[in-house]
């Protein structure tokens, strides 16, 4: 469903992704590692077609990053790193707009809405405007934004990132349920969350793929808990 | 254009959710009545606006630019672009959608300052086309300097800069129109030049627009200064909008 080739993409003489290529097909969860600036992010941006890449080309399903940018966003529930949103809004005029542009209207809106608004647990604070959020709820606002048109592709960038405990093992339990008729891919620095959700992994660093594997088979290789890999593999192939 | 409207709803609805509209509203309509009522209105013993309206292209150099710094200044500082843009709308939507939002919004000014309307009708009986025309006038100035201002917010991250550098641009275009500048420009260009800078000038349709005749070279002039600045603003925002 995700299908992305040679893509390149440097921010002035830094050069962030670099020849990357890979696939995803539906019912993955593919969890995208690496350490601080590797690329991650503008992989993922670029993907949501907010960024243009340099070269190379990537398409969701079926559909061209560049020719087609509007269809792919409407496929796409995307996720950004620092949840992006309108801090005066309330929540609840905030999902409006966001279904507003995804032409969700009448029935269908309410439908979604009910869905949503529980499965993300932002009722407490529906009437709340989101610049008097903590971060966990401010994520959880940016999840029913990203989910609320039922996406057929997720991309996910550090999705448990401020959330407590409970709410991170929610938020998996979230991924897993939609993992079967879904497309997702998730960035993460927290390797426990790979094991958790993820069944498929790769590590990337200075933009390009060091590693593309499952969580299990990279511990079998290399006989040692993910942690360790990570740390095998993204120091010891970059230096 | 299905993106348009979410923008265009959510845009005009913010105006109100914060303090900006009020404080703007206010500021401008005591500014304009103070100004027409300081400059001899009752002295003048006509029946017209004409002295309202020719305050207000210097109102709206600093106004509007104010209402149009935050257009996407505030959307790139606060990163709330990226949401923007990866929902299912395009830049030219979105460019299309928050200005029109903020020339409704300037309308909205304009149509409250009607206590003004109301007294000149009391006290005599004034040539209602003509005030119909001036704010026509007003209205397309008002979308003139926001297209302008418009394009400044994009180009620049910073409130504080785009706000200067729209009110300079702004004060260029009225200031460059006005008999001062113009006389001095013929001590030393020749007239075909100082005849460019005039019909190039705001100032100059505006005020042939207040003369109570909508030309078809004056609404051009404003036409074409709308959508030449929006369309470099969704240029410009589809090159920047990520950095």
């Given at each position: 469903m995700i299908k992305i080739e040679e893509l390149r993409r440097s921010f002035g003489p830094v050069v962030a992704v670099d020849g990357v290529s890979f696939e995803v097909e539906r019912g993955q969860v593919l969890g995208f590692l690496g350490p601080n600036g590797a690329g991650k992010s503008t992989v993922m941006r670029i993907l949501a077609c907010f960024l243009r890449p340099d070269s190379g080309t990537a398409s969701v399903c079926g559909h061209d990053i560049l020719q087609e940018a509007v269809k792919v966003r409407e496929k796409i529930g995307y996720l950004a790193e620092n949840v992006p949103a309108y801090n005066e809004m309330t929540v609840g005029s905030f999902l409006d707009f966001v279904c507003d542009s995804r032409q969700i209207f009448g029935k269908a809106r309410k439908i979604a809405l009910d869905r949503i608004v529980p499965m993300c647990s932002v009722e407490s604070v529906y009437h709340q405007t989101i610049e008097t959020l903590s971060k966990g709820y401010k994520r959880r606002v940016g999840l029913a934004q990203a989910l609320i048109h039922d996406p057929e592709v997720l991309i996910l960038?550090?999705?448990?990132?401020?959330?407590d405990p409970n709410q991170k093992h929610e938020v998996r339990g979230l991924i897993n349920k939609m993992a079967k008729e879904k497309c997702i891919i998730v960035s993460t620095h927290i390797l426990e969350e790979v094991e958790a959700v993820c069944t498929r992994t790769i590590i990337i660093s200075r933009g390009r793929i060091l590693v593309d594997s499952t969580p299990e088979k990279l511990k079998e290789e290399h006989g040692c808990s993910l942690d360790e890999v990570f740390r095998k593999i993204t120091r010891t192939k970059v230096a | 254009m299905k993106g348009f409207s979410a923008v265009f709803k959510r845009e005009f609805k913010s105006y109100f959710t914060t303090p900006l509209a009020y404080v703007f509203l206010v500021v401008f309509l005591f500014f304009s009545g103070y100004l027409t009522f300081k400059q001899g209105f009752f002295e003048m013993r006509q029946a017209d606006m004409r002295v309202f309206f020719m305050n207000l292209p210097i109102l709206f150099v600093f106004m509007v630019p104010a209402t149009a710094m935050r257009l996407w200044a505030e959307e790139r500082k606060s990163g709330s672009i990226e949401l923007l843009f990866t929902l299912p709308i395009t830049v030219f939507e979105a460019v299309l959608g928050k200005f029109l939002a903020a020339w409704v919004f300037l309308g909205v000014a304009l149509v409250l300052t009607f206590p003004m309307v109301v007294i000149v009708c009391i006290l005599g009986e004034p040539d209602v086309g003509l005030i119909f025309t001036g704010y026509i006038g007003s209205f397309l100035m008002a979308g003139g300097f926001l297209a302008i201002g418009c394009f400044f917010s994009a180009a620049s991250k910073n409130q504080v800069i785009s706000f200067v550098l729209s009110v300079v641009a702004c004060a260029v275009l009225v200031f460059a129109g006005m008999p001062t500048t113009l006389s001095y420009l013929s001590t030393f260009l020749p007239s075909g030049f100082v005849n460019a800078v005039e019909t190039m000038s705001l100032q100059a349709h505006f005020e042939s627009i207040l003369r109570g005749v909508l030309e078809f070279k004056d609404l051009s002039y404003f036409v074409i200064l709308i959508a030449g600045w929006i369309a470099a603003s969704s240029i410009i925002l589809e090159e920047r909008k990520a950095g």
């Open positions: 960038d550090e999705p448990t990132d401020g959330l | -």
